[in-house]
């Protein structure tokens, strides 16, 4: 699935779940940038869980592109594995 990016681009992403996880991955237009996102729970039956997956997603591929985020002000919110 082809997404934008908050500080202009795309990023290509596929979710996978399973009881009790959750995958979501995102690939910079180039190819340089990945970003790999793995957590446990169900996620909210709202899809804001999904919605701030796709965030920290976002915020790290225009960070490491060195690009504006329009979310944080062009800061990485400094998410760690």
Known sequence: MELPLTCGGV???HAGDLIGHTT?????????????????GDGASD?????????????????????????HGGRSRGFAA
Request: net charge negative; charged share 20%.
């Open 11 to 13: 990023y290509y992403s």
């Open 24 to 40: 979501r991955d995102g690939v910079s237009g180039d190819g340089h940038r990945t970003v790999v996102l793995q957590a446990t």
């Open 47 to 71: 899809l804001s869980t999904e919605v701030a997956q796709n965030a920290l997603i976002d915020t790290e591929l225009c960070a490491a592109a060195g690009r504006i985020c329009a979310r």
